[in-house]
């Protein structure tokens, strides 16, 4: 692959790989920077890449490795982090996105890439099994419990015990 046909390839999938990184991530930036490091890495493997691989499927293995070593690097950095974690969401479509994004927080690691990966991009079974290296059954596996994680702690909102819901 050419620089010319990376540089299009870049500008083709970037708005799909930062909506990727951002819901990993949670932050604007570390979004952004997330898809710069992922785009330099594949830029230098470049020569590397095996047609084999669709292009979005290469791509969204490198940003989601990325995406895995920064939430790895991560831990509370103060009690700041802790109080913002705690405060109550605001009213409205704005709380309920923070909601979701706190709820996300509580879903292990694999199984929220593979969330965003599914949700936010619509990729497969099979291309979330190729992107990360694990099999079709296992993916199903990760996205049901990652989802029954999401639900029982949007059922239970941030700070209450779980609410039965009507039936």
Known sequence: MDEGAFTKVAEEYGARLYAVAFRLLGHRADAEDAVQRALMKAFAARAAYSPQWAVSTWLYRILTNVCVDELR???PTSEIDDAHRS????????????????????????????????????????????????????????????????????????HGPARRSPR
């Open 87 to 158: 405060t109550p969401s605001p009213a409205g479509a704005i709380g309920a996105r923070i909601d979701v994004a706190r709820a996300l927080e509580s879903v292990p690691r694999e199984a929220r890439v593979l969330l965003a990966l599914h949700y936010v991009n619509g990729l497969s079974h099979r291309e979330l099994a190729q992107i990360r290296g694990i099999s079709v059954n296992t993916v199903k596996s990760q996205l049901a419990r990652g989802k029954q994680i999401l639900r029982v702690r949007l059922e239970r909102g941030p």
């Open 73 to 75: 690097r991560r831990r």
